[in-house]
């Protein structure tokens, strides 16, 4: 499975404009070569870097199998809550430093996880994961 975007490559910068000091909405993703016997896809955004721990930027689950794809500032399947406290994406905003932000995708052999915060949803995935993609990009402020 592949997961990539229009708007940077895997490790270049996430430009501004997906980010806290831009206009803060998601990135266009793409994905191919799902395997055979998905279900549902499931997609983690997160920053490894912060100070805090695992920040959690955007959390989709239960997205339709035959999707292959995310519209920029759309969204897919029904989200979870971040660590913003809310169910919409949060753009990269690093308090300091460049961050590494890991947008995650899993295929599920399962079309509906049951999870409503990332501790249970994480547990759901490795549960019913059949393959992953990711997806690196870096961003710092200016």
Not at 6 to 22: D, K, L, S, V, W
Not at 65 to 70: Q, T, V
Not at 105 to 122: M, S
């Amino acid at each position: 499975m592949k997961l990539e975007s229009p708007a940077f490559q895997n490790g270049a910068m996430i430009p501004e404009r997906y980010t806290c000091q831009g206009q803060d909405i998601n990135p266009e993703l793409r994905w191919s070569d799902v395997p055979d016997g998905t279900k549902s896809l499931a997609l983690i955004v997160e920053d490894p870097d912060a100070p805090m721990g695992i920040w959690i930027h955007w959390v989709l689950k239960n997205i339709d199998a035959g999707k292959r794809g995310i519209g920029e500032n759309s969204k897919a399947g029904e989200q979870i809550r971040n660590s913003f406290g809310k169910e919409d994406y949060g753009g990269p905003c690093p308090p300091s430093g460049t961050h590494r932000y890991y947008f995650r995708l899993y295929a599920l052999d399962t079309e509906e996880l049951q999870a409503n915060n990332i501790d249970d949803l994480r547990k759901e995935i490795h549960d019913h994961k059949i393959e992953e993609a990711s997806l690196m990009g870096r961003y710092a402020k200016r």
